[in-house]
């Protein structure tokens, strides 16, 4: 058996920016992926994911926000690759729904610019757009898009420049920890570390079952049409969020050879596992997002040119968990990210470092803490 200083337990958008942070100081790091690199099996891939700042779900996100941000920058500049592209995003529905008051709360918070329009400024200035009658539109100015494949792609290649060992196709069987370190057995062999960082995603109930974490996986569509018309409208939209009712939905701007990609958020979703999950999309499911993205964006509504599943692992409060084994101090994890959680990963990264190598971090996790839910243990130290 190999001994390593930290072994990590899947290389999606989170398991893959901490095997980077960890590999980049020093440590001897073995990671540990049972698919392929930026695989479509769990939660890192898609073609496009939001970034943005004036956070809608609590203030306390951007101070990690605006980390998470430096350090995209940081690896585009080490990798010599743009993962970022600031697109400006729009959230649209009556003034007192969440996305908009938490929106304008975290950017009042944190002094982040943003400008609130009325419907029809918003259909002067996006004249594809067709919002309701009564309904306002904040627009904050930094938001944009990342590439989630070749974001994971990127801090895998350079975490093995840094010296990490990856290895895919090589699924965890089972792991035991003491107070000396931990063993890691999979498909192929054993392995010894001085700590275990599991970022499995919609695995992490499984790897952690001991544990019983309050996580929920549930089954989320993607959708890609091609536009009817003005796809050069289309294409310099900004990010967008939009909500009827009690339906929320998302979508990104026209991207030649994609189309638009839009999905429903935290609605219309099914409890599923990894190994049950249903990966064909039904017709009904095709028809009801056709039909609610013509009532904002008619002349996306086109043609479909494709689905794809993936998976959220959903908390009661849909806030992450990260922090340390309440029985072992040498396991760290980081899941639960309730369908918001690939724009951090840089940072998560970081604080996973952090905890694994020093015990503590500098960064604002307390959120975060397993013991919110009341029955574990102590959280990790915070400086």
């Known amino acids: 058996m190999t001994g390593y200083d930290v072994v990590v337990v899947g290389l999606g958008g989170m398991g893959s920016a901490a095997a980077y942070h960890l590999a980049r100081r020093g440590a001897r790091v073995l990671g540990l992926e ?20 004036a956070y809608y779900e609590g203030p306390d996100y951007v101070p990690l926000l605006l980390r998470a941000y430096e350090l995209w920058h940081a690896l585009e500049r080490e990798a010599g690759t743009p993962l970022l592209r600031t697109t400006g995003a729009l959230y649209v529905g009556v003034p007192e729904v969440p996305h908009i008051v938490g929106a304008e709360l975290s950017a009042r918070t944190h002094r ?21 009658p009564g309904t306002v539109g904040l627009y904050e100015f930094k938001a944009g898009i990342l590439v989630p494949e070749q974001c994971v792609a990127t801090h895998v290649d350079l975490a093995r420049r840094h010296g990490a060992e990856l290895r ?6 089972s792991w035991t920890a003491n107070r000396d370190g931990v063993t890691v057995r999979t498909s192929r062999g054993s392995y010894n570390g ?14 952690l079952h001991g544990l019983a974490l309050p996580i929920r996986v549930e089954r989320v569509v993607l959708y890609w049409f091609e536009p009817r018309g003005h796809r ?13 009712a009690d339906v929320h ?29 249903r990966r064909e999309v039904g017709e009904d499911e095709k028809a009801r997002m056709h039909e609610f993205l013509a009532g904002f964006i008619p002349d996306a509504a086109g043609a479909l ?43 998560v990264g970081e604080v996973l470092a ?30």
């Open 34 to 53: 049972q698919f392929g690199i930026a695989h479509d099996q769990g939660s890192s891939h898609g073609k496009t994911r939001v970034i943005r700042q």
């Open 112 to 132: 982040i610019p943003y400008e609130v329009l009325s419907a029809e400024e918003i259909r002067a200035r996006y004249p594809v757009l067709r919002p309701r």
């Open 168 to 173: 895919t196709s090589e699924p965890v069987v």
């Open 194 to 207: 001085g700590c275990l960082v599991v970022t499995a995603g919609p695995w992490t109930t499984q790897v």
């Open 232 to 244: 050069d409208e289309l294409a310099r939209l900004p990010i967008y969020g939009w909500d009827v």
């Open 249 to 277: 939905a998302y979508g990104f701007p026209y991207v030649e050879g994609q189309g638009v990609k839009v999905a429903f958020h935290q609605v219309f979703q099914e409890v599923t596992t990894p190994e049950t999950i």
């Open 305 to 347: 040119l494709g689905t794809a599943t993936c998976m959220y692992s959903n908390t009661p409060d849909s806030h992450f968990i990260i922090d340390r084994h309440p029985a072992f101090e040498r396991v760290v994890f980081a899941g639960g990210f309730s369908g918001h959680g690939f724009k951090f990963c840089p940072v």
């Open 354 to 383: 952090d905890l694994a190598l020093r015990g503590e971090t500098g960064l604002p996790i307390k959120l975060f803490a397993l013991n919110r839910f009341g029955r574990y243990g102590s959280s990790p130290r915070v400086m």
